[in-house]
């Protein structure tokens, strides 16, 4: 199975920028379609971005879209999310994820996540 850690959280003022890592170990996760996902105390966990498996194709929601960009390094077994223009709302715990299928949005259908990292954006 995979194991999944997250890390790069922290805060930051909004305009900021912050860049997440996802470090991979168990598997190699180009085999894997990849998400990002966040959550904010009392509401529902979101889709932020997707990466699939084998093309590479990137997805993203279209509140973070133009500002966040999700990528695949390889040589490290690490899946990025570089994190510009930050705003008070994209306060949340950001959650890796990786699926043994094609990326979708819902969260329920990954196999494996992350513990989380915590981001928040100040205004």
């Known amino acids: 199975q995979v194991q999944l850690v997250e890390s790069g959280g922290g805060l930051v003022q909004a305009g900021g920028s912050l860049r997440l890592s996802c470090e991979g170990s168990g598997r190699t996760l180009s085999s894997y379609a990849m998400g990002w996902f966040r959550q904010a105390p009392g509401k529902a966990r979101e889709f932020v971005a997707g990466i699939s498996r084998f093309d590479n194709n990137k997805y993203y929601a279209d509140s973070v879209k133009g500002r966040f960009t999700i990528s695949r390094d390889n040589a490290k077994n690490t899946i990025n999310l570089q994190m510009n223009s930050l705003k008070p709302e994209d306060t949340a715990v950001y959650f890796c994820?990786?699926?043994?299928?094609?990326?979708?949005?819902?969260?329920?259908?990954?196999?494996?996540w992350g513990q989380g990292t915590q981001v928040t954006v100040s205004s």
């Open positions: 994820a990786a699926r043994n299928g094609v990326v979708v949005a819902s969260g329920h259908e990954y196999d494996y």
